[in-house]
């Protein structure tokens, strides 16, 4: 996975304003709309492997979801 463009140490914000056409992958992982209220500053601070778990998602099905949609 050293290759892929998204780690689970990223933050949730930072891979959305990297790139914006992952939106479609949180929210069908469940996620809640990450552009409003609260959400964009915990997202600012929060690592895709913590959302990951909180959410009850393996963090490797996710990372390749993610990447598969920025490739």
């Known amino acids: 996975m050293s290759d892929d463009p998204i780690t689970p140490d990223m933050?949730?914000?930072?891979?959305?304003?990297?790139?914006?056409?992952?939106?479609?992958?949180f929210?069908?992982?469940?996620?809640?709309?990450i552009r409003k209220g609260l959400f964009p500053l915990a997202m600012r601070f929060m690592?895709?492997?913590w959302a990951a778990r909180a959410h009850r998602i393996p963090v490797e099905d996710?990372?390749?979801a993610l990447n598969a949609v920025v490739r």
């Open 27 to 33: 929210f069908a992982f469940g996620c809640p709309d």
């Open 47 to 49: 690592k895709l492997k």
């Open 11 to 25: 933050t949730v914000w930072g891979i959305y304003k990297r790139y914006p056409q992952t939106l479609d992958v």
């Open 62 to 64: 996710m990372v390749r």
